[in-house]
Nanobody, 120 residues
Framework: QVTPVQSGGGSVQSGGSLRLSCRASGIITSVFNGSPWRWYRQDTGKQRELVAQLNPGGTTTYADSVKGRFTISKDSSRKTVYLQMNSLEPEDTAVYYC???????????WGQGTQVTVSG
């Protein structure tokens, strides 16, 4: 399958950490490495927010709200993208989605989403 499969997430207290994973085993390695990857989040009643982006050249971009706390990375051998989340706050509570604009095909693929809940 080409649909990314997410894992991780859960419930933590304020100040805790979580790591989200997004495995794209159905995507050929060259496409995995040559495509930009993103993490989005959306909480109930709020607008979808771009949290982090990882470009093929290794450059990264973060939303101001998570800068310094979140880190996006990838493991090409496992074809998995990660979002390390530290110093979590209740405002980080949302459903998180990984996303890729797949080079070559020009389409977008989305993970199924995973809930992150942070209690104060």
């Amino acid at each position: 399958q080409v649909t990314p499969v997410q894992s991780g997430g859960g419930s933590v207290q304020s100040g805790g950490s979580l790591r989200l994973s997004c495995r794209a085993s159905g995507i050929i390695t060259s496409v995995f490495n040559g495509s930009p990857w993103r993490w989005y989040r959306q909480d109930t009643g709020k607008q979808r927010e771009l949290v982090a982006q990882l470009n093929p050249g290794g450059t990264t971009t973060y939303a101001d709200s998570v800068k310094g706390r979140f880190t996006i990375s990838k493991d090409s051998s496992r074809k998995t993208v990660y979002l390390q989340m530290n110093s979590l706050e209740p405002e980080d509570t949302a459903v998180y989605y990984c996303n890729v604009n797949r080079v070559g095909t020009g389409d977008e693929l989305w993970g199924q989403g995973t809930q992150v809940t942070v209690s104060g």
